[in-house]
């Protein structure tokens, strides 16, 4: 393609991304509120879920997101009794951030925001795990680069 042809708005994939992130996010909205939760709060329990008493700067770097960004969401979480902070005995700038009880149960009612979303969006699971993994190989190629 040249380099001085412009494509469409609805032509340009970012604009195709950014909307679905945002259909995403309207799609789970309505599930997480009755949990006191939004998105961005459940993406940082989904990766405790993986690996629990992980560092604010870990959970940073797996969700692609600077420390000042995590903190004020762990301040929530942990005012909403999701979880806990501790301050590291080695190095006291590491805070550990660890699931309660409460954090550890709010797991098995979020498992129905993949399922709708499978269901609204009228594919396959095996479309959606492929559409994934090529999301996945764009968003590392355009990090690497």
Not at 23 to 42: E, F, H, S, V
Not at 105 to 111: C, F, G, I, M, S
Request: with cysteine.
């Amino acid at each position: 393609m040249a380099a001085n042809v412009s494509l469409p708005l609805s032509e340009q994939l970012c604009f195709s991304l950014y909307g679905a992130g945002m259909a995403i996010n309207r799609t789970y909205k309505p599930l997480l509120d009755p949990l006191g939760l939004t998105y961005p709060q459940y993406l940082v329990l989904s990766t405790l879920w993986e690996t629990d008493g992980l560092t604010v700067s870990a959970i940073g770097a797996r969700l692609a997101l600077d420390s000042s960004t995590i903190t004020p969401l762990v301040k929530r979480l942990e005012a909403a009794g999701f979880v806990t902070r501790q301050r590291g005995t080695q190095d006291e700038r590491q805070v550990h951030v660890s699931l309660t009880a409460a954090g550890r149960d709010v797991q098995a009612q979020t498992r129905c925001l993949a399922e709708t979303l499978g269901m609204r969006s009228g594919m396959q699971l095996e479309e959606l795990v492929a559409l994934n993994r090529q999301v996945q190989r764009l968003r590392d190629a355009l990090s690497a680069a």
